[in-house]
């Protein structure tokens, strides 16, 4: 069942979203050679708390940490370990979300390490150039293919593949909404977007194949051909006035 939000709702989706996009910020800053993803997870956590927020994904079905941090081929749901130390070169994924006097907030990017490859720097520009292709698209009247289509065809323009077996969500009350939006589609099919509604848009896209593998941890999700992957993710409003990033600081 899909929640729509009134106008109240979303202004507290805001503070939620600021607060997810500011402990990410920091946890960005955070990210240079030597440094741990423990530390960074910390950073993340001490900063939501002190907001008089919770991390949402700290003992979400489990998970440990409040931050997923995933590096290089690490897709999504990397935990974060005193004994990880990021490197030169690296490339790492970084999802917070921040729940909020009953609402949450979801947002990810993914930071270069120091100096990285032009391949690799060319795989986080389009993919955050795939996300907001598809945040154009989130407006009433649209559908959620409209939505995928965007991402994917941004994607695989650049020869990259988008991730099929995870995909972005509704959010809200829960960390996790319908409807599912994945970030592959037809245009003009699936569901139909209406004001109200709040989704998490996230592509998640490899610079080889699409297809992913789960470690023994039962969490982190690795490209199977071990390439590179980048994942950006904000949550939007669907408004009259078309999407509206709840997940910004302005
Ligand atoms: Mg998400």
């Known amino acids: 069942m899909i929640v729509l939000k009134t106008s109240r709702e979303l202004s507290i989706m805001r503070k939620a979203g600021k607060i997810s996009q ?3 910020r920091l946890a960005g800053e955070a990210v240079e050679p030597g440094v ?9 956590h001490d900063y939501i708390i ?15 940490a409040s931050a997923c941090i995933s590096v290089n081929d690490v897709v999504i749901h990397g935990i974060p370990h005193k004994r990880q130390l990021l490197r030169q070169g690296d490339i790492v994924s970084i999802d917070v979300g921040a729940c909020y006097e009953g609402f949450h907030g979801d ?6 390490c120091g100096q990285i490859d032009p391949e690799a720097r060319a795989l986080l ?9 598809g945040i154009e698209q989130a407006r009433p009247g649209n559908r959620l293919g409209d939505i995928g289509h965007a991402v994917q065809a941004y994607a695989e323009a650049r020869k990259y593949s988008v991730v099929r077996d995870f995909v972005g969500h509704g959010v809200g009350a829960k960390l996790h909404e319908d409807p599912s939006v994945p970030n592959y589609g037809t245009p003009g099919r699936g569901v139909r977007l209406q004001a109200g509604m709040t989704i998490a848009i996230e592509p998640m896209v490899n610079q080889g194949r699409h297809e992913i593998e789960v470690l023994k941890d039962g969490w982190t999700i690795m490209t199977k051909d071990h390439s590179l992957a980048a994942h950006f993710e904000h949550t939007v409003a669907i408004t009259p006035d078309g999407p509206v990033v709840l997940t910004r600081l302005d």
Not at 36 to 44: G, N
Not at 50 to 59: D, E, N, V
Not at 125 to 133: G, H, I, S, V
């Open 22 to 24: 500011t402990a990410l």
């Open 36 to 44: 741990s993803t423990w530390e960074i997870d910390k950073i993340v």
């Open 50 to 64: 002190k907001m008089g927020a919770t991390p949402s994904f700290l003992h979400y079905n489990g998970f440990p």
């Open 107 to 112: 947002n990810a990017w993914t930071f270069p």
């Open 125 to 133: 520009d389009a993919t955050e150039q795939a996300l907001y292709r």
